[in-house]
């Protein structure tokens, strides 16, 4: 994982116009768990969930950057 934190990373996909539930979707969990991780009231999400939410990341990034 990079240095950035998970709920920064939530910020910036939600900013980039992904739902609350696409992520969710994506990264196989409920979408309370993606709004408590952003909100910081789960500090450490499941791995599965927690690189899910890593590649979203990228791929924002990387098209941001194109």
Sequence with gaps: MSEVALHEKLETLLAGR???KAIAERAGCDIS???RIKTGSI???SYSV???IDALYAEA???TAA
């Design 50 to 52: 927690g690189i899910a």
């Design 18 to 20: 992904l739902t609350y």
């Design 33 to 35: 768990t993606i709004y």
């Design 43 to 45: 500090a450490n999400p």
């Design 61 to 63: 990034v990387q098209k």
